[in-house]
């Protein structure tokens, strides 16, 4: 059993930066794949960014360079630094955990929003 928790998530004015951070506790892997996904009102959960124990990281596009993960293997926790955010940033954030393909623990999720 794997716990995963986030933290970061608020309220920011567009142009701002947030910085979430995602800490899995438990019965974790050596090899995983930790990242982040979005769900917005109304719309489907979407990938955000991803990054693998060794240090491969994988970004979605309408992330432009805004936002970079990053990832301590010690502590299991990866982090999402997000700048020049925007309104349409706003979403619910949620951190996920993946020793292998199939198989993902999601953390409860963090609000995001971004006023104009």
């Known amino acids: 059993q794997v716990h995963v928790a986030e933290s970061g998530g608020g309220l920011v004015q567009a142009g701002g930066s947030l910085r979430l951070s995602c800490a899995a506790s438990?019965?974790?892997?050596?090899?995983?794949?930790m990242g982040w996904y979005r769900q917005a009102p109304g719309k489907q959960r979407e990938l955000v960014a991803s990054?693998?124990?060794?240090?491969?990281?994988n970004y979605a596009d309408f992330v432009a360079g805004r936002f970079t993960i990053s990832r301590d293997n010690a502590k299991n926790t990866v982090y999402l630094q997000m700048n020049s955010l925007k309104p349409e940033d706003t979403a619910v954030y949620y951190c996920?955990?993946?020793?292998?393909?199939?198989?993902?623990?999601w953390g409860q999720g963090t609000q995001v929003t971004v006023s104009s």
């Open positions: 996920y955990h993946s020793p292998y393909l199939g198989y993902i623990d």
């Open positions: 438990g019965s974790t892997f050596s090899f995983n794949i």
């Open positions: 990054i693998s124990s060794a240090g491969s990281t």
